[in-house]
Antibody
């Protein structure tokens, strides 16, 4: 069964750090494009970061220099390291897959249920 | 960055009605790499359409997508009770961006 299971969210003070994990079953993380997408409470979706199958990484301007996406192929797990957290980073963080090929290459066809990050003092 | 605008913000409709949702891009979307998602409260988004007009696996044929360049449309031919949700467009022709969403609620 294909499944994405996020973890690692919680309440963190401004300026703090957190690492999110996304355990994947049913397909191979390293053979796909894997992204993090977030959704602030009551708001829309915001793409955060992607790691391509070849290992290249890209970030939204809002998190560039503070967040780092990575993967552990042996654990088939995706990560998001978040540093210098701000109140505006408060959101539900989803991991999502895109196939990386043809016209569906960047469409997110599989999503986890999300992990909540709250940045507050 | 390509900015996506969706209209209207909210639609109040009855089951059985035809729905047309608009998504407009600030610049042309490369190769029409435009997707649509449905999101219900407390759930993750679900991919409906990719490549502007191709239905994702398992999506009913009452959902259809059209458009090219900067103007795209999602049409639901006949609203079913389970279709009341928020709909987002997303472009992946130049990085990734989402539109602000259109809420379809029950009249």
């Amino acid at each position: 069964e294909v499944q994405l299971l996020e973890s690692g969210g919680g309440l963190i003070q401004p300026g703090g750090s957190l690492r999110l994990s996304c355990e994947v079953s049913g397909f191979t993380v390293s053979s796909n494009y894997m992204s993090w997408v977030r959704q602030a409470p009551g708001k829309g979706l915001e793409w955060v970061s992607v790691i391509y199958s070849g290992g290249s990484t890209y970030y939204a301007d809002s998190v560039k220099g503070r967040f780092t996406i990575s993967r552990d192929n042996s654990k088939n797990t995706l990560y998001l390291r978040m540093n210098s957290l701000r109140a505006e980073d408060t959101a539900l963080y989803y991991c999502a897959r895109s196939s990386g090929y043809s016209s569906t290459w960047g469409a997110f066809d599989i999503w986890g249920q999300g992990t909540m990050v709250t940045v507050s003092s | 960055e390509i900015v996506l605008t969706q209209s209207p913000g909210t639609l109040s409709l009855s089951p059985g009605e035809r729905v047309t949702l608009s998504c407009r891009a600030s610049q042309s979307v490369s190769s029409n790499y435009l997707a649509w998602y449905q999101q219900k409260p407390g759930q993750a988004p679900r991919l409906l359409i990719y490549g502007a007009s191709s239905r994702a696996t398992g999506i009913p044929d009452r959902f259809s997508g059209s458009g090219s360049g900067t103007d795209f449309t999602l049409t639901i031919s006949r609203l079913e009770p389970e279709d009341f949700a928020v709909y987002y467009c997303q472009q992946y022709g130049s990085s990734f961006t989402f539109g602000p969403g259109t809420k379809v609620d029950i009249k």
